[in-house]
C-alpha cells in the first residue's frame, strides 16, 4: 500500500452500533492489492470487510453510483457478502444521498436501494439469481456429527438443503428454540466439511411462526465462530423456503440473528411474485 486507506467501520441490520453484524468499510479501495485487502480485513477481525473501486465497463447504473465491490473475511476472499452490502450502502448513502446503487460482485450484480424512513436509512440489496439442492447423507450426518447435533433435534418440516443466492449456506432447521440456542460445534471438523462443499456459513434455523424465524450462523471458514447478522444466508433462505413451498410465492419475513452472541439485529427477507430474486433489508450505522 502506498498510500494508507480510509477504514469505516458500520454495522448491518440493526441502528443500534452494538448490535447487528459490524464490517469494515473501504470507499477507495483502487489503490489496493488483493494482499493489502485481506491485512486489512484479518486486522479489523470483522467477519467480512467491504472494498469499492471503479465499475467493470459495462455495467450501467447511475453514474457515481455504480461500483465493483469485494468482500474480504481474515482469512479469505469470498463471493458475496450481504451485511457488507448494507454497511457499505448505508456508508455511501450518508455521503451521497439515497437512492439507487449497483454493484458488481464475483456472484454477479447486486441492485441496492436506500431509502430513508423517519431519518433512518435503510438498504434494500436484490439477490442474484438463487436455487437449492439437496445434500448427501453421508455430508449431513458429518454436518451434524460437528455440530454435536442429535438428528431427532431437526425439524421435518424444513428439510436439509444447501441454498445459494450469491454464496452457499447449507440450511438446518432445529426443533425448538433451545436446540438452536445451544450452539457449541467442533470449528476445524466443520470447516474442513465447509470447503469441501464450498460452503461459506451454515444457516441454523428455528421458526417461531408462519412468517418469523431466529437464525444463527456458523462461519468457520471466515476466521469466526459465528456471524452476527448473515444478509446473504437470508436471501438463500428466503428462496429456500419458497421453493419448498413453506412460504407463499410472495411474502415478507423477519429473521433475528445475534441475540445469542449479544448483538441483536433484524434482517428483513421479501419475496415477491414473479420474481424469482430476493430482496433483504436491513438498517444500519457507523461504529465510532
Known sequence: MTTKPEVLRYTAFSSDPEGGN??????????????????????????????????????????????????????????????????????????????????????????????????????????????????????????????????????????????????????????????????????ERLEALMRRLDLTTVQLVWRESENVFHVRDPFPVGGVVEDPATGAAAGAFGAYARELGLVPEAAVLTLHQGEDMGRPGVLTVELREGDTRVRVTGTGTRIA
Do not use: N, Q
Open 22 to 187: 459490524p464490517a469494515g468499510v473501504v470507499l477507495d479501495a483502487s489503490g489496493l492489492g488483493d494482499a493489502d485487502m485481506l491485512s486489512i480485513a484479518a486486522d479489523l477481525g470483522y467477519s467480512e470487510s467491504a472494498f469499492l473501486s471503479a465499475p467493470p465497463a459495462g455495467l450501467g447504473g447511475e453514474p457515481g453510483r455504480a461500483f465493483t465491490i469485494r468482500y474480504f473475511s481474515p482469512k479469505a476472499e469470498v463471493p458475496f457478502c450481504g451485511h457488507a452490502t448494507v454497511a457499505t450502502a448505508i456508508a455511501l448513502g450518508e455521503r451521497i444521498g439515497s437512492g439507487d446503487l449497483l454493484f458488481a460482485t464475483r456472484a454477479g450484480t447486486v441492485p441496492v436501494t436506500v431509502s430513508e424512513e423517519g431519518g433512518t436509512l435503510r438498504a434494500a440489496l436484490t439477490t442474484v439469481e438463487p436455487h437449492s439442492e439437496d445434500i448427501a447423507d453421508v455430508d449431513l450426518a458429518e454436518a451434524l456429527a460437528a455440530l454435536d447435533w442429535p438428528a431427532a433435534d431437526l425439524d421435518p418440516p424444513l428439510p436439509p438443503r444447501i441454498a445459494f443466492a450469491g454464496a452457499r449456506h447449507l440450511v438446518l432447521a432445529a426443533a425448538t428454540r433451545e436446540r438452536l440456542a445451544d450452539l457449541a460445534y467442533d470449528f
